[in-house]
């Protein structure tokens, strides 16, 4: 047996695959499943403050009617329907942490500062062992700067981090324009860095003219934006990074440990072939330890970060030339 313990958020773990945030943790059933075949923590479905807004919102429109403006009523109703679904949400974490025996993460998309706060505290008072803030808003505002869009990351980590002491993940998309800078200081106020989110893509249906959802699964390819950024800023990062996107195998889990992750989370994957693929992937990452001789996931952890390379050009580089088209040369 080798020994596959590690971290996410700086959270002790037993292996590195954490269930990223999704519907595979809806239920308690899909939780213990997930537990059952070896995942070493488990991030619940986001609870989006947008979405449950739209949910009151819609109630309130189908009980009162288009013209009534009962706001008595409404601001009863927006009550409810919110108590509701935080009590819910509160119940699921506490149900999941009886029933199994790994870290427990909530996950929380909101709209406004204080709910970021508000929510983060209710769950962590039900016993979550970590948050992981969902944060993205498309940067389409063609009158708002790169300075003012990044200032709303760090502000909602501060302020959340002021009010629980359970360890705070950021989970990022990839779209800022100056990511080195962002995410080496972004490190050092969270816990742990998730990088990065797929975020629901957009398509056409051109013979009818619709606009339609993209793909939901991601593919194994999509894993090297990750691998590029966690090799480029595990050797500065403060906290732990935690690969996300693209992890469909036991080499892509290997590859962004080697990269300087610490742990790394999975979704697609999971739903493509079922929740017994972890105990596969566990399996081969194993033998290929004993392979290599390696009997700690510490003795090859960054080995392939840039920090360590002697070639530390290759990481940066980005564009199809021919001269440098074999990286091991
Ligand atoms: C059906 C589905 C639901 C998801 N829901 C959430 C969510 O609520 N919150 C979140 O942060 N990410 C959500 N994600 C994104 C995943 O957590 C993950 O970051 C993404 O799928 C990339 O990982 P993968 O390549 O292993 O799928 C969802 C993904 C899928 C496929």
Redesign the pocket.
Known sequence: MKNLSTTYLGIPIKNPIVI????LAATIGGIKKLADAGAAAI?L??I?EEEIVAEAEQTIGQQLGMDDNNLEFFDYYDYQVKHEALQNYVALIKEAKEAVDIPIIA?I?CTSYSEWVSYAKKFEAAGVDGI?L?IFKLPYDESATAESIEKIYFDIVDKVKQYVQVPVGL?LGSYFTNMGSVLTRLSEQAGGL?L???FTSLDFDIENDQVVSGK???NPE?FSMSLRWISILSPKAKCDLVA?????DYSSIIKMLMAGASSV?????V?KEGPEVIRWMLGEVEKWMERRGYESINDFKGRLSQGQSSNPEVFERVQFMRYFSGYNK
Do not use: P
């Open positions: 990223g945030s999704s519907g991030v479905k986001s989006f996950s998309n992981e969902n989970k998730i990065f989110n797929r939901v699964y991601s999509d996300s996107t693209g992890i469909h989370e999975m979704v697609s994957a739903y």
